[in-house]
């Protein structure tokens, strides 16, 4: 099958074999896509596992893991803020200590509930 008629297929949102998409990747000019911290965790997960190319559209789907971990960020560390283990001291040293166990927390969660999930 040639390369066009494998791009047309595509497009056209047709399932490929495998052998089709290799060709279909090396036919169209990939685009640079930048990520944040957990989409670009996610995609190397997705790579290693070899899964990254059964999902139709990698890119929407990797931004939409970094919008989900920002959301859970921010949800967490609101509900953080209220617990008494986090609360600000006024000895600098313990702040930042808490602070960091908090950051600790959030971004096992968000690895554990949105990253590392196939």
């Keep these: 099958m040639e390369a066009q008629e494998i791009i047309r297929k595509a497009d056209a949102g047709e399932g490929l074999t495998v052998e089709e998409i290799k060709i279909y990747r090396e ?6 896509h930048v990520y944040g911290k957990y989409g670009t965790l996610k995609r190397k997960y997705l790579e290693e596992k070899g899964i990254d190319w059964t999902i ?12 989900q971990a920002d959301e ?12 008494e283990r986090f609360t600000r001291t006024g000895n600098y040293i ?23 999930v196939a």
């Design 27 to 32: 036919a169209v000019k990939p685009v640079k």
């Design 56 to 67: 139709a559209d990698l890119p929407t789907y990797l931004h939409g893991v970094d919008k």
């Design 72 to 83: 859970l960020e921010e949800t967490m560390r609101a509900k953080l803020a209220r617990d």
């Design 94 to 116: 313990e702040d930042c200590r808490r602070l960091n166990e908090m950051q600790r927390l959030i971004e096992e969660e968000i690895l554990h509930e949105i990253v590392y």
